[in-house]
């Protein structure tokens, strides 16, 4: 509510500069990583779009270090903005409740919600993906999960 007041030139700038050093470093641990992985039997990716999974079940090393700092990774990433976004719809919550007309009330919260419903699809969709060791399990529950996270 106090964005203008908030954001300046300068925050906005650390800010996506800070996102920029942040994803950069964390994507080139993960390929130095994946580029130590070597291949053997078939190379066809049963996906329709690159994911990790697929990648990981094709290789003939062991990934289970793969795995795991995959797994902690992307915890870190969605759980971290999940909390981020939890907090901060706990605070519009907050001033929509205490506002005086129930119209204005109403509206609010019909903008909230529809944003929580597209929230709670891609983040529990995240979840079931990436969230977890998924070692176990198959490609095609992937698969349809991966699908329902990209429409």
Known sequence: LHYAAIMK????????????????????????????????????????????????????????????????LISFVVLGSL????????CIFHCILHMPAASGRKKAFATCS????????VYGSCIVLYARPSEDVSLETNTIVALLNTV
């Open 9 to 72: 030139q300068q925050l906005c700038t650390r800010l996506v500069g800070a996102g920029w050093v942040i994803g950069f470093t964390l994507s080139s641990y993960h390929l130095v990583l994946l580029s130590k992985l070597t291949f053997c039997g078939p190379n066809k990716i049963q996906h329709f779009f690159y994911d990790n999974s697929p990648l990981f079940k094709l290789s003939c090393s062991d990934t289970s270090l793969l795995w795991k700092a995959d797994s902690i």
């Open 83 to 90: 909390c981020l976004i939890l907090v901060s719809y706990m």
């Open 114 to 121: 529809s944003h929580l419903t597209a929230l709670a699809i």
